[in-house]
């Protein structure tokens, strides 16, 4: 099985990449799609939530930058569209001037 990623081409807005990841469903996603490409139905599964939530989670997180997109191709020849988290790490540091948020990205 390979996948071809799709890069977003947007720079989201920190406090956004926060606000989607108040969600529980769209946290698991993340933490999900980590150690590889997962399909909406593989994540569905995964998160115990309708299709329509898990969709409207995925499409958040790719707004936000922090999952990608890809086809996932089968040893069958058969291809899917698949998602795949695309950071490693985000840090939130609190100061006097507000609110920093700093993100590392996965590296391939």
């Known amino acids: 099985m ?15 990449q926060l606000d989607v990841l108040g969600d529980e469903c769209a946290r698991t996603i ?3 799609t980590r150690d590889g490409p997962k399909t909406a139905k593989e994540l569905t599964k995964r998160t115990d939530s309708s299709s329509a939530t898990v969709y409207r989670r995925i499409n958040n997180l790719l707004e936000s930058n922090l999952l990608a997109e890809c086809v996932r191709f089968d040893d069958d020849g058969s291809h899917t569209t698949a998602y795949e988290a695309t950071i490693d790490t985000l840090q939130v540091q609190i100061g006097g001037d507000g609110i920093n948020v700093s993100v590392s990205e996965i590296d391939d």
């Open 2 to 16: 390979q996948a071809s990623n799709t890069p977003s081409e947007s720079t989201p807005e920190p406090s956004a």
């Open 30 to 32: 993340l933490v999900a």
